[in-house]
């Protein structure tokens, strides 16, 4: 009789993924066994290392070579763009590790009432929350599996990896604890139901293409009717899924609340990390499955990156509190990074200028976050991190240098010149207007149009990332006013890497976009 050979799990290709699981299970392990005095010293060098270690092995293997197939029997694609998005994803979270142990963040006990004497007692004992670590790398593996899935079961299995973690997290914060509870259940809920509509679009295709592997989807598109209802309802309820992770318009409504009540390192992690994972399915998912029927996704791609970039920078205008101003900014720029998924052409080499234009935009999007975020956590008041933006009214005569710091931030926020935000809006509004001329007036006009939304987007957005600037330096400090902590090692080095970046980025782009060029060259695995 003939045996069927076993199949094979490629781990070398694997291992920067493997690493991460292994360090948080690692993790894990430790929470059960270690002293709890000694848990907090051993999570975080086991947390930077597997990290450090995850992102050696990525260079290693884009050294080596990257694959021409999937792997783990065609259900990941460790492709050029994977990795780099893998780099990225395992860099913002490196320094979101340190923004999460500068100081104490999270609560004592999560299980006690706030305010309670068991809350006070958890306290004086110095509890600390220190599952937070491996928490933060089954997050992060979530975030590696999810850009690199190749088919949609392992996808959906991914983003739940991804998103159980940071529910939990969000709920954790130290001060304004009901606002933190209160942001973890909201995120739960919209989160739960979003993964509900992803696999259920998931089956719906499955009924039309008779596989959930990305290629046989694609195959079956070449071949049979675009109209066909399960098609249409199941990629109407997938994009839907995917939109909320990317925190797209209308399914935006979670981020403002989430990004307030949630401690702000975590926060950090998910305005960046998150958003580079989702970003990165939703190629693989509209570029590899559903390339053949573009024509039928772009109209709608085309009016939610509108409405998208529109809601974020109108909505921002009206808010008084920095993170939910932040959050509002970050709704705008997945609108940004939409026009780039909208840009593809007929040419495999217009498809990699697209795609090298996206990825530079996440990479130096993430560490201007991050940065920014990191600022957040330094001005202070009585009842934690000063939030109201009438609290940081005169902080540049208080602290100009870190006033400064962030203003930086937010010009690169808004596109200005010699920042890099600049060149990710220009890569790519760029690559939007080539795909549109490659492909004629009709389709030219339309992403002509997307162009003049983000210019437009981009100009409202630019009000109140000035309005902040002149709040900090033209008004008077109150004589109440926040106290700027003095930063530790860790915070300065999240900083500094913060600003380099967005500044070489700003100046000297071009060894960044040579990278992400050579990782695009090479498109999707199919």
């Known amino acids: 009789m003939n045996q069927i050979p076993a199949p094979t799990i490629e781990y070398g290709t694997l291992a920067p993924l493997l690493l991460i699981f292994g360090a948080a299970v690692l993790g894990v392990l430790v929470e059960a066994f270690a002293p709890r005095y000694l848990r907090r010293s051993i999570h975080l060098p086991l947390t930077l290392l597997g990290l450090i270690g995850a992102f050696a092995l990525v260079i290693i293997q884009t050294m080596a070579g990257v694959p021409k197939a999937a792997v783990a029997m065609g259900a990941v694609a460790v492709d050029g763009p994977a990795l780099f998005i893998w780099g990225v994803i395992i860099v913002l979270a490196f320094v979101s590790v340190l923004l999460i142990n500068d100081e104490d963040h999270f609560v004592a006990s999560a299980a006690a009432v706030p305010g309670s004497s068991d809350e006070e007692e958890a306290e004086r004992e110095g509890f600390a929350h220190t599952e937070i670590y491996p928490l933060v790398l089954f997050a992060v593996g979530g975030m590696m599996l999810f850009p690199a899935s190749n088919d949609l079961l392992v996808m959906f299995v991914a983003l739940e990896v991804m998103s159980l973690p940071l529910y939990l997290m969000c709920g954790l914060a130290r001060r304004r604890r009901l606002l933190s509870q209160e942001a973890s259940l909201k995120y739960f809920l919209l989160g739960a139901f979003s993964s509900a509509f992803f696999l259920y679009g998931t089956a719906l295709v499955y009924g039309y293409a008779g596989s959930v592997e990305l290629a046989k989807i694609s195959t079956a598109l070449s071949t049979g009717a675009l109209l066909d209802p399960l098609l249409l309802v199941g990629l109407a309820l997938l994009g839907v899924g995917l939109m909320f992770k990317i925190g797209a318009a209308p399914f935006q409504a979670w981020k403002p609340d989430v ?236 900083i500094g890497v913060a600003m380099a970046v967005t500044v070489i980025a700003g100046v000297f782009p071009q060894p960044i976009l040579d990278i992400a060029r050579d990782a695009a060259s090479g498109l999707f695995i199919r």
């Open 259 to 494: 990004y307030q009540g949630a401690p702000t390192p975590i926060t950090a992690l998910m305005a960046s990390g998150v958003l580079v994972a989702a970003v990165g399915a939703v190629l693989r998912v509209f570029w590899v499955a559903l390339g053949n029927m573009d024509w039928d996704w772009r109209p709608v791609m085309w009016g939610v990156a509108a409405l998208t970039m529109l809601v974020g920078a109108v909505l921002a205008i009206t808010q008084t509190e920095i993170k939910r101003m932040l959050a509002y900014s970050s709704i705008a720029h997945a609108g940004f990074l939409l026009i780039g998924v909208l840009a593809t052409y007929d040419a495999p080499d217009g498809n990699a200028k697209s795609l090298s234009a996206i990825l530079f935009y996440l990479l130096v999007y993430g560490f201007t976050t991050v940065g920014a975020f990191a600022v957040v956590t330094m001005v202070r008041d009585a009842g934690g991190e000063a939030g109201h933006l009438s609290r940081w009214a005169g902080l540049g005569k208080r602290s100009p240098l870190l006033a400064g710091t962030f203003a930086f931030f937010l010009l690169a926020f808004a596109g200005i010149p010699l920042t890099s935000g600049f060149f990710g809006k220009y890569a790519v509004f760029a690559a939007a207007l080539g795909s549109g001329n490659e492909a004629g007036d009709s389709l030219g006009g339309w992403m002509a149009g997307i162009v003049v939304v983000g210019v437009i987007a981009s100009a409202i957005a630019a009000f109140f990332y000035v309005r902040v600037i002149v709040l900090m330096f033209f008004s008077e400090p109150a004589a109440d006013g926040p106290t700027v902590v003095a930063p530790s090692f860790s915070l300065q080095f999240v």
